[in-house]
Each structure stands twice: as structure tokens, then as C-alpha cells.
């Protein structure tokens, strides 16, 4: 096959997962700026092992597996594996999806907090259970896939996804009582 046709069937099958790899690789690393470089660092080792990649199946799993295994080299490279939350910086405030055209001034800042508060809630998990959570809630990536991606037995992506949402539930309820 030659390096054009590779490029051309690299950027088809890979491309089109960008904002799930991004996305990844934000909640693992709660950093922007690193997400972005370890990202690319994926994309690049990716191609230099697509070959390996067999067209048959779904990239997006095959990708996400590469953004976490670069994300927990990142980590471990720098003696973290929690990340604090910054409410300006993890807010997704700036999503115009966020916003509702009819929403008033008083809903926003309603949305706004509950957003925070959520988000603050799932930064406070393991990096193990944060990324099963991504992965299922917000990727919908199915429980074999998810599997796919972490390395480990469906059942155990099913019992990391329980405790997840259970110790989401009780930071959220936590966060209630504060306020």
C-alpha cells in the first residue's frame, strides 16, 4: 500500500475520533494544554502503528485505548494521578450548547453551578473510575468497548462503572448538604 492511500485510510478510520480523544484525555488529565499534547502524541503513535490496525473494526476503541495509555504515561512520567479541579479552567461554560436560547439570567447561573458542581464531583474520582465513567456517559462507548479501551474484563468495567456512579451519587449529595 503506498504512503498516500495509508494517509488517506489513517485519516478515514481515525480522524473522525478526535473530540472523543480530546475529550479522554481532558478528564484524565484535567489540563487543556496536556490533553492536547498527549493527544497528538496518541495520533502519532497510532499512525506509526496503524498497520497493526486491523480495518475490519471500529477505530474508536483501538484509538481511545492509545489516548489512555498515553494520559497514564503522562501521569506516572510526572509523579501525578489526580489532577485538582479549577472551576474557570473545567467549566464548560464557554460550550454554546450549554446555553439555551430561551434561558434567563437566573437559569444560567443555575446551569452553570450544577455544571461546576458535577464536574467538580467527578474530578474528586480515581483516575480508574473517572475514565469508565467518561467513557460510558459521555463517549457511549458500550461496555465492550470500554473493555476494549481500559484493558480489562467486561465485568470489571461493569463493576468500576457502579462504583463510579455510586461514589459520584455521594459526592453530589455531599455537595448538596454544603450548600
Known sequence: M?????????????LPHLDAAYNLARWLLRDEQSAQDVVQEAYLR??????GFRGDEDARPWLLSIVRNSCFTWL???????????????????????????????????????????????ATLTP???????LR???????????QVVGIPVGTVMSRLSRARSMLRTALAAADKED
Do not use: C, M, W
Not at 503506498?2 to 481515525?14: D, K, M, Q, W, Y
Not at 454554546?96 to 458542581?117: C, I, S, V
Not at 480508574?128 to 467518561?134: A, D, K
Open 2 to 14: 503506498s504512503g498516500t492511500e495509508r494517509t488517506r485510510r489513517f485519516e478515514a478510520a481515525v
Open 137 to 147: 456517559e459521555l463517549e457511549a462507548l458500550s461496555y465492550d468497548e470500554i473493555a
Open 46 to 51: 497510532a499512525f506509526r502503528f496503524f498497520d
Open 76 to 122: 506516572r512520567e510526572r509523579g501525578r494521578d489526580h489532577v485538582e479541579f479549577d472551576e474557570e479552567r473545567d467549566s464548560d461554560q464557554r460550550d454554546p450548547a450549554f446555553y439555551e436560547a430561551t434561558d434567563g439570567p437566573e437559569r444560567l447561573l443555575e446551569r452553570k453551578l450544577e455544571r461546576a458542581q458535577v464536574n467538580a464531583a467527578i
Open 128 to 134: 480508574l473510575f473517572r475514565e469508565v465513567l467518561i
